[in-house]
T-cell receptor
Framework: DAKTTQPPSMDCAEGRAANLPCNHS???????VYWYRQIHSQGPQYIIH???NNETNEMASLIITEDRKSSTLILPHATLRDTAVYYC????????????FGKGTLLTVNP | KAGVTQTPRYLIKTRGQQVTLSCSPI?????VSWYQQTPGQGLQFLFE???????NKGNFPGRFSGRQFSNSRSEMNVSTLELGDSALYLC??????????????FGEGSRLTVL
C-alpha cells in the first residue's frame, strides 16, 4: 500500500464545508483511495473510495487530482456529529484484504 | 440489516490468561478481518479469513490466532496475555468478491484490559 500523509488535526465550523487533504504521491496505478472515519470509541466507518474519477455519495465527495498524487475528502455541510478521526488509505485490494491505517486527521467541528 | 456484532464488548483479564473474542459478520459477508487498536500503535491488521481459510496475516506473535466457521462467524484467541495486549479489538466484515477489498464494515469492538 502506498504511504499516505494527512494533517494531524483540522477545525471546521458547523454548517461549513470540511475539506480534508491527503497526500499519496507514491500511489500506483491499481491502488484505490479509501476514506474511513472513526468516531470516538466506535469502529471505523467507510465513507467513500475512488480510483481516478471524482466520486460522490450521500456522505461526502472525493476529489482526486489528475496525477493521483493527492486527494481531498469534502463533507459539504459539517455537523457536530462529523467530529472524528478521518483516515485516508491507498490500497490495491485484490487478494490483499487488509487496510493500513495511518494516524489520520482529527476533524473537530465547532458550533 | 444487522451490523457486525462483537462479543464481549468489555472484558478484564490478568497476565498469563487467555481470551477468546467472537465476531458475527453481516449476513452474506464471507470475509472477516481483525484489527487491534492501541493509543500508541493505532489500528493494526491482525488477520483476515475467507471461507474458513486465513488469507492474510499481520505482524503479530503466534499468541494471536483466529478461526472462521462455516457460517462465517469468526473467533480470535490471545494466549498468555501480556499487559501490552490491552487494546480495542475490532472485527470487520466484507463481501470480498475477490476483485478488491470493497467496503469494510466494522463492529464496535471488544475492549480488553489486561491487569
Amino acid at each position: 500500500d502506498a504511504k499516505t500523509t494527512q494533517p494531524p488535526s483540522m477545525d471546521c465550523a458547523e454548517g461549513r464545508a470540511a475539506n480534508l487533504p491527503c497526500n499519496h504521491s507514491t500511489i500506483s496505478g491499481n491502488e484505490y483511495v479509501y476514506w474511513y472515519r472513526q468516531i470516538h470509541s466506535q469502529g471505523p466507518q467507510y465513507i467513500i473510495h475512488g480510483l481516478k474519477n471524482n466520486e460522490t455519495n450521500e456522505m461526502a465527495s472525493l476529489i482526486i487530482t489528475e496525477d493521483r498524487k493527492s486527494s481531498t475528502l469534502i463533507l459539504p455541510h459539517a455537523t457536530l456529529r462529523d467530529t472524528a478521526v478521518y483516515y485516508c488509505i491507498a490500497t490495491s485490494g485484490g487478494s490483499n484484504y487488509k487496510l493500513t491505517f495511518g494516524k489520520g486527521t482529527l476533524l473537530t467541528v465547532n458550533p | 440489516k444487522a451490523g457486525v456484532t462483537q462479543t464481549p464488548r468489555y472484558l478484564i483479564k490478568t497476565r498469563g490468561q487467555q481470551v477468546t473474542l467472537s465476531c458475527s459478520p453481516i449476513s452474506g459477508h464471507r470475509s472477516v478481518s481483525w484489527y487491534q487498536q492501541t493509543p500508541g500503535q493505532g489500528l493494526q491488521f491482525l488477520f483476515e479469513y475467507f471461507s474458513e481459510t486465513q488469507r492474510n496475516k499481520g505482524n503479530f506473535p503466534g499468541r494471536f490466532s483466529g478461526r472462521q466457521f462455516s457460517n462465517s462467524r469468526s473467533e480470535m484467541n490471545v494466549s498468555t496475555l501480556e499487559l501490552g495486549d490491552s487494546a480495542l479489538y475490532l472485527c470487520a466484515s466484507s463481501l470480498a468478491s475477490g476483485t478488491g477489498i470493497g467496503e469494510l464494515f466494522f463492529g464496535e469492538g471488544s475492549r480488553l484490559t489486561v491487569l
